[in-house]
């Protein structure tokens, strides 16, 4: 393929516009029968180790070996910033997870830990407990607290053992 084609290509498939505008200025200085590394420079968009070994593979004639060693170098760098940045961002997940599911068991036990003491305080007034219905407090009648204590039962049953234990 001929290299003015293989910059065309490449300009079109790089994604970003600054280095298709880049490519396209090397292109027309090639076509101008300039050598591949000046107009390469003349961007600065590309790092100078780049210009530096597409010299040295221009001049060698051994082009397509050091665009080949160019490109193997830029993926280790990839790859290790990759690695770098899953072990940056895997403690931070972590402890989020954690922070996140530590909230939602106290939330879920604290409310039951509250329940059972105030139900098993003897020596306390006792409490009425809420209604379901529009949030308001319901009140007893000077019933039994095994009343008032069956009918909160009734809506946690899983507090049922450990009440009747009190």
Not at 15 to 20: A, D, L
Not at 114 to 120: D, T, V
Request: aromatic share 6%; glycine share 8%.
């Amino acid at each position: 393929m001929p290299i003015l084609q293989s910059l065309d290509i490449t300009a079109r498939t790089a994604g970003n516009v600054v280095i298709e505008d880049a490519i396209l200025k090397v292109r027309a200085g090639v076509e101008r029968g300039e050598n591949f590394v000046d107009p390469l420079k003349a961007t600065n968009v590309f790092p100078h180790m780049v210009g530096q070994m597409i010299g040295v593979g221009e001049q060698t004639g051994a082009l397509d070996a050091m665009l080949g060693k160019i490109a193997d170098f830029y993926e280790d760098e990839v790859d290790s910033a990759i690695a770098d940045l899953l072990a940056l961002i895997e403690p931070c997940l972590i402890a989020f997870l954690g922070v996140t599911i530590g909230s939602i068991v106290i939330s879920m036990y604290l409310p039951l830990f509250s329940l059972i003491g105030k139900l098993s305080s003897p020596g306390e007034s006792k409490s009425e407990p809420p209604a379901l219905a529009g949030g308001q407090f319901a009140r007893s009648n000077a019933a039994s607290s095994l009343t008032s204590r069956h009918s909160l039962l009734t809506f946690w049953p899983p507090l049922t053992q450990a009440v009747l234990t009190c």
